[in-house]
């Protein structure tokens, strides 16, 4: 009996952590260089 309410705090407490995580990888996904880069190493090569 105790062990299954083990069980089921520690998938409980699973959750929440997983639910609450402040991590974030779409947050810090670097999408290219920015206008300092452009401004820097010169407009020709902003286009693509």
Excluded: N
Excluded at 19 to 42: I, L, Q, S, T, V
Aim: aromatic content about 14%; charged content about 25%; overall charge positive.
């Amino acid at each position: 009996m105790s062990q299954r309410i083990d069980q089921i705090f520690t998938a409980w407490h699973r959750l929440i952590d997983r639910a609450f995580d402040g991590y974030r990888p779409e947050r810090h996904y670097m999408r290219g260089p920015g206008p300092k880069w452009y401004a820097k190493h010169g407009a020709a090569t902003a286009s693509p």
